[in-house]
């Protein structure tokens, strides 16, 4: 049985992975506006990943008898000036998502929900991926400037990605 508290911040962070994936949907929609379709496809396949996060937590608080409760999802923003200033807001959400995978964790230690604890190791594991992919993009555009060759690598080198290949290289 999940604690009221562990309940209430595993729904909280529902809604937080679910306006990840509207987030990164609004990215792709930008990506494809600009013709970036490489990178718009690599915003798609990890919004669709972060509904799947959403998922795991909706699954798991029901295996657990809990309740889910599903609240409003805030509006994403639309607009970028650049990739890399869209890429730089998807590290730095990702790190905001690491923080509240880390408030988790120390809100199932202080509870002494060892089955909460396991659960959330796998996203602990998965946020340093989830940094480490977003920041890579980052380096590379940085690296690359107003190049447009070198933006059509990168492009050409992201679309590649699908839901069952890797986020980076
Ligand atoms: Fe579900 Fe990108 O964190």
Same mark, same amino acid.
């Given at each position: $049985?999940?604690?009221?508290k562990?309940?209430?911040?595993?729904?909280?962070?529902?809604?937080?992975e679910?306006?990840?994936?509207?987030?990164?949907?609004? !990215?792709?929609?930008?990506?494809?506006?600009?013709? $970036?379709?490489? !990178?718009?496809?690599? $915003?798609?396949?990890?919004?669709?990943?972060?509904?799947?996060?959403? /998922?795991?937590?909706?699954?798991?608080?029901? +295996?657990?008898g809990?309740?889910?409760?599903?609240?409003?999802?805030?509006?994403?923003?639309?607009?970028?000036?650049?990739?890399? +200033?869209?890429? +730089?807001?998807?590290?730095?959400? +990702?790190?905001?998502?690491?923080? !509240?995978?880390?408030?988790? /964790?120390?809100?199932?230690?202080?509870?002494?929900?060892?089955?909460?604890?396991?659960?959330?190791?796998?996203?602990?594991?998965?946020?340093?991926?989830?940094?480490?992919?977003?920041?890579?993009?980052?380096?590379?555009?940085?690296?690359?400037?107003?190049?447009?060759?070198?933006?059509? $690598?990168?492009?050409?080198?992201?679309?590649?990605?699908?839901?069952?290949?890797?986020?980076?290289e």
């Amino acid at each position: $049985m999940l604690s009221s508290k562990v309940q209430e911040a595993l729904n909280r962070q529902v809604n937080a992975e679910l306006y990840s994936s509207y987030l990164y949907l609004s !990215m792709a929609a930008h990506l494809e506006a600009e013709n $970036m379709r490489g !990178m718009a496809q690599w $915003m798609r396949v990890q919004s669709g990943e972060e509904t799947t996060h959403g /998922m795991k937590i909706y699954d798991y608080i029901i +295996e657990r008898g809990g309740s889910v409760t599903l609240t409003r999802i805030d509006a994403p923003k639309t607009n970028w000036a650049s990739p890399v +200033e869209l890429f +730089e807001d998807a590290y730095a959400h +990702e790190q905001k998502v690491t923080a !509240m995978i880390n408030g988790l /964790m120390d809100l199932v230690i202080a509870e002494k929900d060892h089955a909460g604890h396991d659960f959330l190791e796998w996203f602990v594991a998965e946020q340093v991926e989830e940094e480490s992919a977003a920041l890579a993009i980052v380096e590379q555009l940085k690296l690359v400037g107003d190049s447009g060759v070198g933006l059509y $690598m990168i492009d050409r080198q992201l679309g590649q990605r699908s839901p069952s290949a890797p986020a980076a290289e």
